[in-house]
């Protein structure tokens, strides 16, 4: 697959199959991207399991936090990576040995390793790399009517709001420094 971009309904299918989703890389800061996307998507009614092993043990947002993918007593639907290219290929490896296998492996924005895909799609997994796509108003109403609902942190309020926090579904452009979410 040509992971330049993504069709519509391509990605419309892997939102609307997963129910559980594991995000490698979690934060327990609330100013981090990881923390907002995992927030957002538990709100969203998604069962979301935390894995950093910094933070095994503990809980983020009430959920129990494991060190690695292999830890987690449940089938996962898809991975969610929160780590830099370089450390995707062992999230990877250890996604494969599971059974089942997830469904999805999901690389954020700016993140990309071609090697990691390959293998996640030779083990019959989709792949989503540095999930990115344009704003537009109608597009985001369509596909996510929730997004109005976000209380997201605004340029005005002094905090950023990063490229990261809203690549979970695609809405930030990865030319924009301050990306627009959709406006109502």
Avoid at 30 to 56: D, I, T
Avoid at 62 to 74: C, D, S
Avoid at 90 to 101: D, N, S
Avoid at 135 to 146: I, V
Wanted: with cysteine; hydrophobic share 40%; glycine share 6%.
């Amino acid at each position: 697959m040509n992971h330049d971009g993504y069709p519509d309904a391509y990605i419309r299918g892997i939102l609307n199959t997963v129910k559980t989703i594991a995000m490698v890389g979690i934060s327990p800061k609330e100013n981090r991207p990881s923390y907002f996307a995992f927030k957002y998507l538990l709100e969203r009614g998604y069962h979301m399991v935390p894995v950093n092993p910094s933070q095994a043990g503990k809980e983020i947002l009430g959920q129990k936090v494991y060190a690695n993918l292999t830890e987690v007593p449940e089938p996962i639907d898809m991975v969610d990576v929160f780590r830099a290219s370089p450390f995707v290929m062992p999230v990877v490896e250890e996604a494969i040995k599971l059974t089942p296998k997830p469904q999805v492996l999901w690389m954020q924005l700016s993140v990309r390793n071609d090697e990691a895909a390959a293998l996640a799609e030779a083990n019959g997994m989709k792949v989503v790399m540095t999930a990115a796509r344009r704003s537009n108003t109608a597009g985001c109403r369509r596909r996510f009517p929730g997004w109005a609902s976000i209380r997201a942190p605004s340029p005005r309020s002094g905090r950023r709001i990063t490229a990261a926090a809203f690549s979970v579904w695609g809405w930030a452009s990865t030319t924009s420094v301050r990306p627009k979410p959709c406006r109502f």
